[in-house]
């Protein structure tokens, strides 16, 4: 199904940026920017349809089977629940809310791509990287801060 947010580029990435700088703001962190040489490496690793990491240079979260663009960047918001601030380790159940609100990062770039799945309805994949990258060890307690609004 074409949702507009997927398809439509402008829509993307101010749905993108609302998201993704909605988290930030409330645990502290400074709005990012949408960069254009991320969206396209993001575009490259959706190409295979595949959920796997690209190894790349950049901190990156994938979501697959979202209801939508919120629904994808909500997976990752919501994994705050789970995050321990005081202990400020990465954890894999947690490590796309720190990727999505880590400080220093200034810039995101996304892109969806809509993957047929043997024979089923299909769904939307969605890949974020992220520049300079979180998710760096020793720096969690710096880097993620605690919910201060929302």
Not at 91 to 101: I, N, R
Not at 112 to 138: H, I, M, Q, T
């Amino acid at each position: 199904s074409a949702l507009p947010e997927f398809t439509d580029p402008e829509q993307f990435q101010s749905m993108v940026l609302n998201s993704t700088n909605t988290y930030r703001v409330q645990h502290g962190a400074q709005p990012v920017v949408f960069n254009s040489t991320l969206a396209a490496f993001a575009d490259d690793v959706t190409k295979a349809c595949k959920m796997e990491h690209s190894g790349g240079p950049f901190g990156e979260n994938l979501a697959i089977g979202c209801r939508d663009l919120d629904g994808c960047i909500e997976l990752w918001g919501n994994e705050r629940d789970l995050y321990d601030f005081d202990a400020g380790l990465f954890s894999k159940d947690t490590g796309h809310f720190s990727q999505l609100v880590w400080k220093s990062t200034t810039d995101v770039g996304c892109a969806a791509r809509f993957c047929a799945d043997n024979g089923s309805r299909g769904s939307w994949y969605l890949v974020c990287e992220y520049w300079p990258r979180g998710n760096v060890k020793g720096q969690f307690v710096e880097m993620v801060g605690k919910q201060v609004e929302g």
